[in-house]
């Protein structure tokens, strides 16, 4: 099994098989699979990590697929229930774009129009059918009245949809969640969400690496998979990758219980879990993967995370919550930097789209959006005028950000 990590150090990939021995490492074995993931990442991307400065905007939380684990869909006649108008997306870029965000993360539940009425008609006064037409002309708005950078999660979409939404995105997401087909059975996590089925969100990340999107996608670990499933959804995203190399970033997330939710009783994915999930990641995926977790879903350990194996920490806002994660805020960005300097790395803020992919901008930018792209980027493909954060005053004391504009 050392081998392996030995293979590691060179650049070998481990095997499905190779991986699933890794997995069943514990006590010093685990130590130096977590050891020489952070070396592997060490060797390709040095002692550097990363944050993208933006704002969130739950663009709708109406959504037609009811998730065992989620807070964030709402139906039209619950409390908070809410799709945002134009006018309020532009109030609350703006106000991003003054505190020094530059990304723009527009988050939205799957297809409401399919079962809401009240949905379809807000749409109709605006005069679109599909909320995935609301969203492309909510992207456009923001690049052409802020300049900032839209990056959607938008959900399971075809070839058509992504290819609109390429025009008016730097980068967009689809999270994998996961491969395993349990999840789907009656009481599960994904339990009567069409969605949420993996061969249909395959194919979504399939299609954007044929259109050559740059790409974000994750698992969510904690809603009841196996280390093996772990392993293949891990595994499905390389394989995908490797055909297409669109996949700018890999999200390892944890699952979180909240009271409302049906999976309140469900025990939180552990720090232990987290970290062992991220080192495997590291060297399945190799050391030129972004990797990123989440910090404000481990308020208290997440610096542990650097020592697994990842370079990024996600989106941050000084403005807006994580609308999907409402009880967790973000860290005051003197802390995140601190924590990091801590644990040896220096914080530097990014755009949405990395800066691998800014360098290859004519094969995975639209050119419509590579001057946008250009003015806010540095010469490292990083955010301009990175410095030393100083740009970001509002991170520096508050965690506890208040949004105008998106009251239900």
Not at 279 to 288: S, V
Not at 377 to 402: H, I, M, V, W
Request: proline share 8%; net charge negative; hydrophobic share 40%.
């Amino acid at each position: 099994m050392l081998q392996i990590l030995k293979d590691s150090l060179q650049g070998k990939l481990p095997n499905r098989t190779e991986a699933h021995h890794l997995a069943a490492f514990n006590g010093d074995e685990l130590q130096a699979l977590i050891t020489t993931a952070a070396q592997v990442r060490d060797n390709h991307k040095g002692r550097v990590v990363t944050f993208s400065p933006k704002v969130f905007l739950p663009l709708t939380n109406l959504c037609r697929d009811f998730c065992g684990y989620c807070t964030f869909r709402k139906a039209p006649d619950e409390p908070g229930a809410k799709t945002m108008t134009l006018d309020e997306v532009l109030r609350v870029v703006l106000q991003g774009k003054l505190l020094g965000c530059t990304e723009v993360l527009f988050s939205l539940g799957d297809k409401p129009e399919a079962i809401y009425p009240e949905m379809k008609e807000f749409l109709a006064e605006r005069g679109h059918q599909r909320t995935l037409d609301y969203l492309r002309e909510a992207c456009r708005a923001v690049l052409e009245e802020t300049e900032m950078l839209p990056h959607s999660n938008p959900g399971v979409m075809g070839k058509g949809d992504l290819q609109k939404l390429k025009e008016v995105n730097v980068s967009m997401g689809l999270m994998l969640e996961s491969v395993s087909e349990r999840l789907l059975r009656p009481g599960a996590a994904h339990d009567n969400a069409p969605d949420k089925k993996p061969a249909a969100r395959l194919k979504t990340l399939e299609e954007a690496g044929k259109l050559a999107i740059p790409f974000t996608t994750g698992i969510l670990i904690g809603i009841g998979e196996n280390w093996q499933e772990r392993i293949d959804s891990l595994l499905a995203i390389r394989d995908l990758h490797d055909h297409y190399g669109h996949v700018q970033e890999v999200i390892v997330q944890n699952f979180r219980a909240k009271p409302t939710i049906p999976m309140r009783t469900h025990p939180d994915a552990s720090r232990d879990d987290m970290v062992k999930t991220i080192a495997l990641a590291r060297l399945i995926l190799g050391g030129e993967m972004n990797i990123q977790a989440p910090p404000n879903l481990t308020p208290d350990g997440y610096e542990l995370y650097l020592d697994a194996g990842i370079n990024d920490w996600g989106g941050v806002s000084p403005l807006t919550p994580d609308f999907i994660n409402p009880e967790a805020p973000w860290p005051a960005l003197r802390l995140l930097q601190e924590k990091s300097a801590q644990a040896g790395f220096d914080l530097r803020a990014r755009l949405p789209i990395y800066p691998e992919f800014i360098r290859r901008a004519e094969k995975f930018l639209a050119p419509s959006l590579i001057p946008y792209v250009e003015q806010l980027c540095g010469a490292d493909g990083l955010a301009r005028s990175n410095g030393p954060l100083t740009k970001f005053p509002s991170f520096y004391n508050s965690n506890t950000p208040s949004t105008p504009g998106l009251s239900g």
